[in-house]
Structure formats: C-alpha cells, structure tokens
C-alpha cells in the first residue's frame, strides 16, 4: 500500500486560508483516486473532496463548494487542498486517502466516494482549527 502523511494544517481566524498537502510514497501510486475526509469531535468523518488520478474530475462535498480545490502535484506523488473563506464548521482533523481505480472510470466510483472504507490507505491526519 502506499503511505500517506498529511501536513499544513492550523490555527486561522474565520474567513482566511490554509493549504494542505499530503505526501505519497510507498510501492504503487498509479491510479489511484484521491480524497480528503474530515473528521470533527464527535462526529462521524465525512469526504471533503475527491480527485481522479488524471484530475480530469473532482468531486466535492456541498459545505465547501466554491471555497475548497483539490489538487494534484505535478509527479502525482502529492495531493492538495486548499481552502479559503473557511468558517468555524471547517474545524476538524483532515485526512488523507486515496483508492485503486482499478481501470474503472470515473463515474463508477461516484456513488461509493463517501464511504471510507473503499478506500485503500489512509494518513494520519492534521488538525485544522477555526477560530470565529
């Protein structure tokens, strides 16, 4: 599998930005969809956003849309995701994950981006704090 490490995370007031970034490295990294979940206390985690292996498509998730953009570096061993405009709401732990594609196309995975257990590896998260 491959190995995940998250870092950027903070403590930002209301209304600014932060860009996170997540490291890949390991035995296979081809062909992966990757995601960013969130988890606040006491909550279940919940996807972020989503990005194919090409980033020819995105997913994401109504709370941070128009305000969050996933990435890919340009060696596709890194993943971003930067956020503006962030509210208290965003404060949670952000992790990193990505799954096989498999050959699949893109749209057969929309229906299962949410569930966290489609997914292969996980980082170990970093924490984002908003302040109000």
């Known amino acids: 599998q491959v190995q995940l490490v998250e870092s950027g995370g903070g403590l930002v007031q209301a209304g600014g930005s932060l860009r996170l970034s997540c490291a890949a490295s390991?035995?296979?990294?081809?062909?992966?969809?990757m995601a960013w979940f969130r988890q606040a206390p006491g909550k279940e985690r919940d996807i972020v956003a989503a990005?194919?292996?090409?980033?020819?498509?995105?997913f994401y998730a109504d709370s941070v849309k128009g305000r969050f953009t996933i990435s890919r570096g340009n060696a596709k061993n890194t993943v971003y995701l930067q956020m503006n405009s962030l509210k208290p709401e965003d404060t949670a732990i952000y992790y990193c994950?990505?799954?096989?594609?498999?050959?699949?196309?893109?749209?057969?995975?929309?229906?299962?981006?949410?569930?966290?257990?489609?997914?292969?590896?996980w980082g170990q998260g970093t924490q984002v704090t908003v302040s109000s």
């Open positions: 390991g035995r296979t990294f081809a062909d992966y969809v």
């Open positions: 994950t990505g799954r096989n594609r498999g050959g699949s196309p893109w749209y057969s995975h929309l229906p299962t981006l949410r569930i966290g257990s489609k997914y292969d590896s």
């Open positions: 990005i194919s292996w090409s980033a020819e498509s995105t």
